[in-house]
């Protein structure tokens, strides 16, 4: 799985991507700092199944800590865009290539209002966060009509001959991560091969969009005073509020061993005997304006949430012991994935290994030692373990 952050420049996309993967990048309030994408891991939280099962678990491919596992996800940034990004203004539209095979999108608005539609720092309150909303998927959509009327004669043509309209479509927008079924159904709800005017074709590009890259709206820099009353006036539109200078800077002293502190969790705990006054004071800050007012500092709720919101994704874990729960070499409960609700148990052995599909036979449910079949959907949480034929 891949998640793409996005949005204007300055809005704090770097940040929030170096807060998730500890990477170290070029963070700054110069406009257009990241040209090049950063690429990195994140980890999305889900409840690690050793509580439930009393277990001692020996992650391979994931994390767990204090019970929570953290499971691994790619994590891209890119460079920030202004208005007219489709038709090559700022740095154009080589941006939107990269987020091309990006599964979720992560919108970073500046909710303070601080930075304008062209990425400049401005007064706090002076920008309106909402038009920064509107104007990403306008961007999109543009970019995307663009991909799709590049053959557009030809297509029509071909349909027209008898060739199926969603393979056209779908070859003309290969890349994107859009299957043949969703165009088929966003045919069905929007026939552009009868219509194609611009507006049809908008509407035919937008049931897309929200298909294949979903947004989710993180609202940064809560820390800024005056952004609580942008993200009330704001309440409407689903934003998840968050700071991620907080988050990395957390994360920082934590790595430091300054303090105790997961990612998602709602206090730290000052650990170094003798801590500079200076990091002291700047950490109560981010507990008395990011954490006790909004709960956590956002960026594990909004990672979380684009993996099961967004995407409506569960976590399954794979053994082949189904006692122990563990895998050949002993390890317990050793991996975890992440996989669309609906998975069945044959298409979660696929995505361990492809051969494992045809070698398929039946699966157990280690928790209940229960038999389940080749098309059994699996559910959140679930421990399964395999059969194979030799
Ligand atoms: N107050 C506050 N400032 C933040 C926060 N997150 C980022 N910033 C600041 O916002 C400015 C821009 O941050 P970047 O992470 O470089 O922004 P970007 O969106 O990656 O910018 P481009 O690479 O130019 O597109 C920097 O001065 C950051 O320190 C936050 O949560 N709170
Ligand atoms: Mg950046």
Known sequence: MLISVCGKSNTGKTTFWSASTMVEAEISNRIFTTIKPNQGVAYIRAPCPCRDLGV????????????TRYIPTKLIDIAGLVPGAHLGKGL????????????????????????????NPVESGSNNPLQDIEFLEREIDFWLLGILQKNWTQIKNKAKSG????????????????????????????????????????????????????ILIAGN?????????????????????????????????????DIRY???????????????????????????????????????????????????????YPVENETRYSNKKGNVLPDAYLVPKGTTARELAGKIHTEFLDKFIAAVDARTKKRIGAEQELKNGDVIKIMLSK
């Open 221 to 257: 820099k809560i820390d800024v005073p005056g952004a609580e009353a942008l993200l009330e006036k704001a309440k409407d539109f689903n934003i998840i509020p968050c700071s991620a200078e907080s988050e990395l800077a957390l994360r920082k002293a934590e790595k430091e061993g």
């Open 56 to 67: 001692s678990c020996n992650p391979q491919n994931s994390k767990c800590i204090g019970g």
């Open 92 to 119: 154009g539209n080589s941006f939107l290539s990269d987020i091309m095979e990006a599964n979720a999108l992560i919108h970073i608005v500046d909710i303070s209002g601080g930075t304008d539609q062209d990425g």
């Open 163 to 214: 060739e199926k309209p969603e393979d056209l479509l779908h070859k003309q927008l290969s890349g994107l991560g859009i299957s043949p079924e969703d165009i088929k159904q966003a045919l069905k709800e929007n026939n552009i091969m009868e219509n194609d005017q611009e507006e049809s074709l908008l509407e035919f590009i937008e049931i897309l969009r929200k298909k294949s890259k979903p």
């Open 262 to 316: 997961s990612p998602g969790d709602s206090d730290f705990e000052i650990i170094k005997p003798g801590l500079d006054e200076k990091k002291k004071k700047a950490l109560e800050l981010i507990r008395d304006k990011v954490l006790k007012p909004y709960g956590t500092t956002g960026v594990q709720k909004i990672l979380d949430s684009a993996a099961f919101d967004l995407l409506g994704l569960i976590a399954v």
